[in-house]
């Protein structure tokens, strides 16, 4: 029995001497993985199709529970990520954070979400550092780690400079976080930490639209660039802290734009 599905290549790995696992994002499954008999060989078809953060239908069949790829017709390469090694640094974080937080029915949405990412990388549609933070804030979002950024946590402020708390994903204004400083006792364990971010107006409104926005027009907003720091910071320690853990991708992006 054949199975009919899309999905982006998150990752390959080369086997034998001309073979490749595909690591597959789609809609219909979550992330498989996939043998691709030949596909490293100049002479297959499959070999465009089956390349790292290529778009790509493909034909499978199944044996007990592994995928072989039978056919492969690639819908969109994203060729302008290669031409820098800054944009393919972003597009492996993408990649790798796709491949851990699959959760079950926001595929689709991840999936629009990473394809409009690095379509922005490959055609250039907006800087690099405001796709990755749109992308986390997003991200977090849609796994279940809905962040409140439309108004203060505790009085309900909606004007003014925000405090965002990076572990707990809400706001509280100036008034209420130095109240609740004054209240806050010691942490009992080294894991029980406060991390609060003073936003800006703009940090705050670019978080707000990143969330709510349809997907198609998330790169869309502007921020000025005395503020673009402090967002992308916020969005990364937001959805790293909720995922509690590192990305090997990531560390190497900060290297590559230093």
């Given at each position: 029995m054949n199975i009919e599905v899309k999905g982006l290549v998150i990752r390959t790995t080369d086997v034998k001497e001309s073979d490749r696992i595909l690591t597959i994002f789609t809609e219909e499954m979550g992330v498989i993985s996939a043998s691709a008999r030949g596909a490293r060989s100049l002479k297959s078809r499959n070999m465009s199709s089956t390349m790292q953060f290529c778009y790509s239908s493909f034909v499978l069949s199944k044996r007990g529970e592994y995928y072989s790829i039978k056919e492969a017709e690639l819908i969109e390469s994203f060729y302008g990520i290669r031409e820098s090694i800054e944009g393919l640094a972003l597009a492996a974080y993408i990649c790798e954070i796709l491949g851990d937080v699959t959760v079950a029915e926001a595929e689709r949405d991840?999936?629009?979400?990473?394809?409009?990412?690095?379509?922005?990388?490959?055609?250039?549609?907006?800087?690099?550092?405001?796709?990755?933070?749109?992308?986390?804030?997003?991200?977090?979002?849609i796994i279940g780690f809905m962040p409140s950024v439309l108004s203060c946590s505790e009085c309900g402020e909606k004007n003014g400079s925000f405090y965002f708390d990076i572990m707990g994903g809400k706001l509280t204004c100036y008034a209420c976080n130095e109240?609740?400083?004054?209240e806050r006792r010691e942490p009992e364990s080294p894991h029980e930490t406060y991390i609060v971010t003073l936003l800006s107006e703009s940090a705050k409104i670019a978080l707000g639209y990143c969330i709510y926005c349809p997907i198609e027009k998330i790169f869309s907003f502007k921020i000025p660039d005395e503020d673009m720091s402090l967002f992308s910071k916020t969005a990364e320690e937001y959805l790293i802290?909720?995922?509690?853990?590192?990305?090997?991708?990531?560390?190497?992006?900060?290297?590559?734009?230093?």
């Open positions: 991840l999936l629009r979400l990473s394809l409009n990412s690095l379509y922005a990388i490959s055609e250039g549609r907006a800087p690099l550092d405001k796709i990755k933070a749109a992308f986390e804030i997003r991200t977090a979002a109240r609740m400083a004054s802290n909720q995922l509690e853990r590192s990305f090997k991708t990531l560390d190497f992006y900060k290297e590559v734009k230093r």
